[in-house]
């Protein structure tokens, strides 16, 4: 079949397709700044709107700006707070158990008791031993006085002794001397008496005299010998008795020196026997107070108003010193530990306002920078890293700040240590 003839103007010309005529001319295009101004004119309304969302994004992106360069937050903080793991501290069975987990309990409450029986008995044995230390020291102390009293009396008694052994000596002297004199004496009697006789012995030989007298001045010259004798013996006496007064001396001496040397050691050795009674005293009241707290330590009770927490006590249990038995919760002392970047850190102070979102409540509360962490919290984990062995990667850390929460935030005690928050500091 031939194909359809093409059309053709009546001037006999080819007639053009219907792709020819849709690539007219096109009229040409009004500047932007034209159409702009007469959307303008055509739309006042859409041009302020325009205008006033401009101002509000320029508006909110400065306020953005202004709010991220004096604000920093995390969302790696939580509640802290002090949790006490009560322990016993003596070893006893359970005989009491006074509360249950999640209990709240007031500061000095009765939590745990233990069976006191055997500690009631060792306390009334210290106080038993107190008692006779006491009555011990009592019987011991008058003996230092009375020791000082024999002392002063007995060295008083040997200078006595002294005095009168020297005053004995003199006396001894003077009797020497005069017994010296008389045996002088009856010396020169008896060469008296001895020449006499001599004489009238010639004389009897003579026939001068009679034999009577010469009997007589022979009786005399033998007396006079016999005094001499006689006051020899007495002034041997008399030297015999200046030695035994100088002897008895030299004695009453070493007993005053005895006395004087020993009378400080005896006073030291009563003292050194009071102070020995004062310290098993001592001793025994210190027994008696260690006893009577192991009694206390059998009553088990809150060091604060808390919640009990991890209890693992029952009744019946035999426990040791040192076994946690239970937790107490102090929700009256509560902090933020907020775990920031360390490039978060540049501005933070102690003494800035935080704003803290607890996540568990529909509220936020105040708080205040306190203190930062004297180390990174990777420092402080069981295993820190050690970046001089291996292969180093840089690792932006975080330090814990401490934040204290305002007072009266929290007046029902709602919030509890390990909650999550997210605080944010107000850097000016």
Known sequence: MDPAPEPRHENGHDAPGPHEEDHEPE?????LGTRARRWRRAHPRGTWLIVAGAIVLIAGGLLLWWYFHTHESTDDAQIDGHIAPLSARVAGTVIAVHVEDNQAVEKGQLLVELDPRDYQVALARAEAELAQAKAQLEAESPSMPITATTNVTQIATTSDDVTSARAAIVAAEREYQSALARVQAATANQTRSDADLARYKYLLAQRAIPQERYDAYLAAAKSARAEVDSSR???NSAKKTVEQQEARLKQAQSRAGEANRNAPHQLSIREAAIAAREAAVKVAEANVARARLDLEYTRIVAPFAGVIGNRSVELGQHVQPGEQLLGVVDLADLWVTANFKETQL???RAGQSVRIKVDALAEKIDGTVVSFAGASG??????????????????????????KIAPDQDPHHHLR???SVVPNVRLR
């Open 233 to 235: 013996a007495l002034a």
């Open 346 to 348: 540049r501005h933070l």
């Open 27 to 31: 009229p040409p295009r009004e500047p």
């Open 417 to 419: 240590p390990g909650m």
């Open 378 to 403: 990777a420092r402080y984990s069981l295993l820190p890293p050690e970046n001089a062995t291996g292969n180093f990667v840089k690792v932006v850390q975080r330090l814990p700040v401490r934040i």
